[in-house]
């Protein structure tokens, strides 16, 4: 007897659509997750964890590790990360990834509106900042630079490891991203100009944001003739 689903496979399950449902799954998911701790964040159930946390991180301060963190936290900063957008849609546009440069382009400059958004929506007060660092007038929830950061490392990964066969330099890659963005969220943490809450939140935030659009680079025809390995 002939299997009913033979004739269904090729089409509705081929790898490309399993990766976009996917994608589609894990923004819904960051979606979800990111709502009820916005609740959680208004409804004031995240302040005690979020200052235990706090507390727990600033007491393993000590001079070296607070200049790091000074300089590490530029790397969420709207200038440093204009720049790196800049000559990475350069790159791309090099290397014939117009798709990329594209998807790289509509990514940052979403992040500005639903920085400013999101935290007028909340309006979250900041809390006291550690180490003499200027307390700043915008509102606290969700985390800026967490959120720039993730959205631009990233999608930066993503579309990169998308287009890199060899999978030694794609874990380094994964390895590299989430190192950014984790050193740029605890910065934030350690400097006290964020509770670990708002830092989550940007991080959860930028995952609906980078997956939702990462489902329109899973294009079967154009992956075939944009892959190129960028090692020998």
């Known amino acids: 007897m002939r ?13 490309a659509r399993i990766r976009r449902a996917g994608l589609l799954v894990l923004s819904i998911s960051a979606l979800l997750f990111f709502l009820w701790l916005s609740q959680a964040v208004q409804s004031g159930n995240a302040l005690s964890s979020d200052n235990q946390v706090r507390d727990f991180i600033h007491n393993q301060s000590f001079p070296a590790l607070t200049w790091f963190m000074r300089y590490a936290t530029h790397l969420g900063a709207g200038p ?28 940052m400059v979403g ?31 969700p985390s800026g630079h967490s959120l720039s950061a993730f959205c631009f490392y990233g999608m930066m990964v993503t579309l990169l490891t998308a287009r890199v066969r060899n999978r030694r330099t794609r874990v380094a890659l994964w390895l590299a991203g989430a190192l950014l963005a984790l050193t740029v969220g605890v910065s934030r943490v350690y400097l006290g ?40």
């Open 111 to 141: 992040v500005p509106f639903f920085n400013s958004n999101l935290k007028v929506f909340y309006h979250r007060a900041r809390p006291d900042a550690f180490f003499g660092v200027p307390l700043l007038t915008s509102y606290s929830f």
């Open 80 to 107: 440093v990360l204009s720049t790196l957008t800049i000559g990475s849609v350069a790159g791309f546009i090099y290397r014939k990834w117009y798709r990329a440069a594209i998807l790289l382009v509509i990514d």
């Open 3 to 15: 299997d009913p689903l033979a004739a269904v496979w090729p089409k509705y399950f081929v790898p």
């Open 193 to 232: 100009v964020h509770y670990p809450s708002d830092v989550i939140g940007g991080f959860a935030a930028a995952l609906v944001w980078v997956s939702a659009l990462m489902v329109f680079d899973q294009n079967e025809d154009s992956n075939a003739a944009e892959e190129t390995s960028l090692t020998p």
